[in-house]
């Protein structure tokens, strides 16, 4: 388990700190709970209500964790012209979740990443480690229903 406390050590506490420090944060908690808001909001001096300000300006902060199946929709230039927001949009509506949002039961969460480096396969997905290629509102479709229990 990450130690808040060693991420901390690597900075001086001033505002500009912030965003690193989310960064840092993120990317070894998952991440960023409303205790570590907290404890950044104390190291800084930075008012949560600031920070989460700021945090939500940039999509790539979670507030949530991720879930169990753990979908980042590209949207490079390859996937953004073969219709990224689409297949966004089209899990976002299945789920009832919005990008950067876990499902209540913790089953899913989505959101976008940049260039996944497979721009052939466009539009193109990755669930936990597995890519999705050549993705379609159809074969989300498929795709959600091979998931779901077969005794549901
Ligand atoms: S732009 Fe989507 S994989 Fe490269």
Do not use: W
């Amino acid at each position: 388990m990450a130690d808040l406390n060693i991420i901390l050590s690597n900075y001086e506490g001033k505002k500009s700190d912030l965003i690193p420090l989310l960064q840092e944060i993120q990317s070894e908690f998952g991440y960023i709970s409303e205790e570590l808001m907290q404890q950044v909001s104390r190291f800084t001096g930075v008012p949560e209500s600031e920070i989460y300000g700021v945090a939500t300006f940039y999509t790539q902060f979670r507030f949530t964790p991720k879930g169990k199946k753990h979908i980042s929709v590209c949207t490079g230039t390859a996937c953004h012209v073969t219709g990224a927001k689409q297949i966004i949009e089209g899990i976002e509506r299945y789920l009832n979740i919005k990008e950067g949002e876990t499902t209540k039961n913790g089953e899913y969460s989505l959101e976008s990443v940049g260039c996944l480096g497979c721009c052939s396969l466009a539009p193109a997905a990755m669930v936990n480690d597995e890519i999705k290629s050549k993705l379609s509102l159809r074969i989300i479709n498929k795709l959600f229903k091979e998931y779901e229990p077969s005794d549901s």
